[in-house]
T-cell receptor, first 113, second 114 residues
Framework: KNQVEQSPQSLIILEGKNCTLQCNYTVSPFSNLRWYKQDTGRGPVSLTIMTFSENTKSNGRYTATLDADTKQSSLHITASQLSDSASYIC????????????FGTGTRLLVSP | AAGVIQSPRHLIKEKRETATLKCYPIPRHDTVYWYQQGPGQDPQFLIS???????DKGSIPDRFSAQQFSDYHSELNMSSLELGDSALYFC?????????????FGPGTRLTVL
């Protein structure tokens, strides 16, 4: 069982609509949780990073939430744009692991016109 | 702002050949990580270096080796290539004193083994 699971696996939404991606993790102890956006064939780009004491973090139209008690995080995308079409990966790191990251399975988002 | 540079961006090799991938971290970043991402899969951690010393080891095959040089760039050497080695290879860097050591990823090298 993957230590970081994401849902849905894929999602299609109309341009301008909002969407929410989910991430559940079992990595423990937990240092921080990151959301990355990865365009096909390119390196992941960091959107947000949160420690266990942070509940929400925004970056433009992206807002991430974290519930460290239930080990759940979400990424909300507001007013989606065609350029938001990408894979969104939830990544968790544990302390003292020299920042070795545990990657989630990813959600592939397609924003259609 | 300068980003992580990887070269080459694309590489085609035949089975049993060798390949060398290079990674140039962001200036003043002293930690480098290597990841392998197969088609439709999430990146798998291979190995990392901090101040030119191996700091952590993941699922790196024995056929692969890596090192970090005095200028902090890193090279991933891959020998006896197999078809299954075809993947995107990402390098990431982070500063040791940075916020939560956030990793910045390079654009990747796409390796195709024929």
């Amino acid at each position: 069982k993957n230590q970081v699971e994401q849902s849905p696996q894929s999602l299609i939404i109309l341009e301008g609509k909002n969407c929410t991606l989910q991430c559940n993790y079992t990595v423990s102890p937990f240092s921080n949780l990151r959301w990355y956006k990865q365009d096909t064939g390119r390196g992941p780009v960091s959107l947000t990073i949160m420690t266990f004491s942070e509940n929400t973090k925004s970056n433009g139209r992206y807002t991430a939430t974290l519930d460290a008690d239930t080990k759940q995080s979400s990424l909300h995308i507001t007013a989606s744009q065609l350029s938001d079409s990408a894979s969104y990966i939830c990544v968790v790191s544990a302390p003292k692991s020299f920042q070795k990251l545990v990657f989630g399975t990813g959600t592939r988002l397609l924003v259609s016109p | 702002a300068a980003g992580v540079i990887q070269s080459p961006r694309h590489l085609i090799k035949e089975k049993r050949e060798t390949a060398t991938l290079k990674c140039y971290p962001i200036p003043r970043h002293d930690t480098v990580y290597w990841y392998q991402q197969g088609p439709g899969q999430d990146p798998q951690f291979l190995i990392s270096f901090y101040e030119k010393m191996q700091s952590d080891k993941g699922s790196i095959p024995d056929r692969f080796s890596a090192q970090q040089f005095s200028d902090y760039h890193s090279e991933l050497n891959m020998s006896s290539l197999e078809l299954g080695d075809s993947a995107l290879y990402f390098c990431a860097s982070s500063p040791s004193g940075g916020r939560d050591n956030e990793q910045f990823f390079g654009p990747g090298t796409r390796l195709t083994v024929l």
